[in-house]
């Protein structure tokens, strides 16, 4: 688990090489969405729940997070 000022990512799953993380409000505790491996553009990706709003704070961390979880896999 990684923590942020506002976020919180949680792993789900391990699939091998991969993982899926939840991605958490620190506010609510409410589910923003999930970061997983998508195999066509051989890359982590958010895949964000409806209905979501993001700042561009928050977005930056997610990317921030997806940087880490590239540079592991190489």
Do not use: A
Request: glycine share 2%; hydrophobic share 30%.
């Amino acid at each position: 688990m990684k923590e942020s000022e506002y976020l919180i990512f949680n792993e789900l799953e391990s699939k091998g090489k991969t993982n899926i993380y939840n991605v958490i409000s620190k506010h609510d505790e409410y589910s923003l969405g999930i970061i997983k491996w998508y195999s066509s553009w051989r890359q982590y990706c958010f895949y964000p729940e409806k209905e979501t709003v993001f700042n561009k704070t928050c977005l930056n961390t997610i990317e921030e997070f997806i940087i880490e979880l590239m540079n592991k896999r190489k």
